[in-house]
């Protein structure tokens, strides 16, 4: 079988990989992971929301549409809601004096971003098998060797090292983290970006 890692771009791009670390520790201080009423195993800090609502980072929209085939017919579902992603372009006030706004900033000269967020991925656990409607932008923060994102069955490890990943969500995909630490990626979904 002919592996294809196209659908893992990484970038002209890279940020301060202790500097990043500093700044997640920052914002568990001032807020720790949200989860979404019935899904176990997913977390995410919003470090953007719709201008002046604070509720549009709340509950489903912390996670936002995708499809998924939940069992063996292999027939597609839709879970969750949609989400105007361009839409979420408000840093959010809380977490101006952390390196991610400085992150932030830089990431949006050079890409038409919508939501950003922080997400966890426990120990020993896993995503469903899904597509989203847009290529993600990743950078991990908190990894381990065991931390695996799986595009259409080729499995890439992104190291902790300030590097900046597109992976191409639009196919089906998942990530598990196999390691005994909390896996911690910026998040980005990106909405100018297609893959060959």
């Known amino acids: 079988m002919d592996l294809n890692f ?3 771009e990484k970038q002209d791009i ?19 992971f949200e989860g979404v009423a019935g899904v176990s195993n997913f ?3 919003s470090l953007t929301q719709i201008p002046g609502d604070p509720d549009s980072i709340k509950g489903h929209k912390a ?6 085939k939940p069992n063996g017919s292999g027939k597609e579902v839709v879970r969750d809601e949609m989400i105007n992603e ?12 952390t390196y991610f706004k400085e992150v932030f900033d830089a990431l949006s000269s050079k890409y038409k971003l919508g939501r950003v967020r922080i997400l966890l991925k426990e120990p020993r ?24 994102m799986v595009i259409d069955n080729v499995a890439k490890h992104l190291p902790a090292d300030g590097s900046v990943w597109i992976t191409n969500n639009t196919k089906y995909h998942n990530a598990f983290n ?6 911690i990626h910026l998040v980005a979904c990106v909405l100018n970006h297609k893959f060959n």
């Open 6 to 8: 196209n659908d893992f």
């Open 63 to 68: 996670r936002g549409i995708f499809w998924t």
């Open 43 to 45: 977390g995410a800090i």
């Open 86 to 97: 361009e839409a979420y372009s408000e840093f959010i006030d809380e977490y101006k004096e």
């Open 125 to 148: 656990s896993t995503l469903s098998w899904h597509r989203d409607p847009e290529p993600r932008l990743h950078i991990p923060i908190i990894t381990n060797p065991g931390s695996i």
């Open 178 to 183: 196999g390691g005994e630490e909390n896996r």
């Open 14 to 32: 890279k940020f301060d990989i202790d500097k990043l670390k500093e700044a997640y520790h920052e914002i568990l201080k001032i807020k720790g």
